[in-house]
């Protein structure tokens, strides 16, 4: 039997990194109905345990027969990441490290024949990128990034409403918006300030949604030339922690976007037509609720004399689609459709494509900045 060819349908992952998203994606890979959590690993013993531990508590690790029964299989806890890669009880690996310390793991994994799911922002650089990918696709092992709302069937029935030539017209401009507002630990305690760990900062860790969303909704064309100034840094000025962006596609639609870890919770994005605009809140992180929206908005702004009226006209629309930890959320589809391409054996080639061209958008915006927000091409 190889590793694509489970003949039980259920993927037994391997987590690397007892990390804190690991937590919810634990309990995605336990609502998938097709995959189940094997082994956990980390550095140190005590913390796969302590995870395995915690986890169990709010998610118990049960796996349910085809007959319905379900049977408790607590994962194995161990101390070392390699170790994990060495067992032959485990098909696919789900890689949470930070971005420095992936690339490593990510070719070991493939090396090991397991398929890879990382965590984003993929890499240091598209070179390294190139080479994680090229190892997955040696092995021939899925090879897929961490980002969720991919998986969302809020972004299909929203490409309709893009779609709509009466209501929206042409598509011009892509505007996005992801930010938090880091407490004053943040800077010495999160990896996401240090530079040996997650050297792209904020535009790492919020901007690489910002550009999937625009590469979406430009139907996974690359921006020609794009242009990005990192606004304030940590670690020495090198970790951006505020960053501006802008991108330029061949056909007059541009994309802009504003990523921080000084700001307050915002997730927002505008889709502007030359009819119509469409707008979301909550494009990363869904809003806790069963229905996933958006809105379609066409203003009028009628002049007569005197009188100036702006007219509202707003559409509201959703999908059913729960936030979070249940079985049709955005998480839980990412793990279902990735065990799915593991047990067909078939590979999902928009995933490692669509990551890579994220990197490479990512790569030359960090090239911008360098020349203080020079227009750069993207090799
Ligand atoms: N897709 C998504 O929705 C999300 C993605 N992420 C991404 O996932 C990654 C991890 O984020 P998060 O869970 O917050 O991070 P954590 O700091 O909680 O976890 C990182 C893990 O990496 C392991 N690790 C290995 N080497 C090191 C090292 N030198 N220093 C520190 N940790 C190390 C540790 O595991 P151990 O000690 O067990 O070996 C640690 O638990 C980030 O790159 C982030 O961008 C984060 C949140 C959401
Ligand atoms: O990927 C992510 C999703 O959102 C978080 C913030 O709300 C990020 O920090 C994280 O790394």
Redesign the pocket.
């Known amino acids: 039997m190889t590793q694509t060819q489970n003949s039980n349908r259920t993927v037994r992952w391997g987590i ?7 937590r ?1 994606n634990w309990k995605a890979i336990r609502m998938s109905g097709n995959s189940v959590v094997a082994a956990v ?4 013993v005590t ?2 345990e302590a ?1 395995i531990h915690d986890c169990s508590i709010e998610v118990p690790p049960v796996v349910v027969g085809e007959d319905g029964t379900a049977t408790l299989m607590r994962p194995e806890a161990l101390g070392d ?1 390699q170790e994990l890669l060495d067992r032959d009880d485990i098909d696919a690996v789900y890689i ?7 690339k490593q793991w990510v070719i070991a994994a493939a090396k090991a024949g397991k398929h890879v799911l990382c ?3 993929i890499a240091v650089h598209a070179d390294d990128a190139t080479e994680m990918i090229a190892a997955c696709d040696e092995a021939g092992v899925t090879f897929m ?4 709302f991919d998986h969302s069937a809020r972004l299909p029935a929203m490409k309709h409403s893009l779609a709509d030539t009466q209501q929206f017209g042409k598509l011009r401009r892509i505007q996005s918006h992801f930010s938090f507002c880091a407490d004053d630990s943040f800077e010495s305690g ?3 300030a ?1 530079a ?3 050297p792209h900062g904020c535009l ?2 919020l901007g ?1 949604y910002c550009i999937r969303l625009s590469l979406w909704a430009a139907d996974d064309r690359m921006p020609v030339a794009v242009s990005g100034r990192s606004i304030s840094q940590y670690d020495g000025g090198s970790v951006p922690s505020e960053f501006q962006a802008e991108l330029k596609f061949d056909d007059d639609l541009t994309a802009g976007f504003f990523c921080s870890f000084r700001c307050v919770n915002q997730q927002t994005a505008t889709f502007s037509g030359d009819l119509g605009y469409i707008t979301l809140d909550d494009f ?2 869904p809003f806790v609720d069963a229905e996933a929206k958006w809105q379609c908005h066409t203003h009028d702004l009628q002049i007569d004399n005197c009188r100036w009226n702006f007219g509202r006209h707003t559409q509201a629309q959703s999908v059913w689609e729960h936030a979070a930890g249940e079985p049709d959320s955005q ?1 839980v589809q990412m793990i279902r459709s990735f065990s799915e391409c593991v047990l067909n054996g078939s590979p999902d080639r928009r995933a490692s494509e669509i990551a890579m061209k994220t990197q490479r958008v990512l790569d030359a915006l960090r090239r911008s900045d360098v020349e203080d927000g020079k227009w750069t091409s993207v090799s």
């Open positions: 690397i990194g007892a990390a804190q998203i690991a919810k690993a980390s550095r140190d913390r796969a995870f990441y949470a490290l930070p971005t420095t310390v992936r965590e984003k922002p990034d961490g980002v969720m999160n990896i996401r240090n040996d760990l997650e790492g860790d690489w990363v992180l998480e």
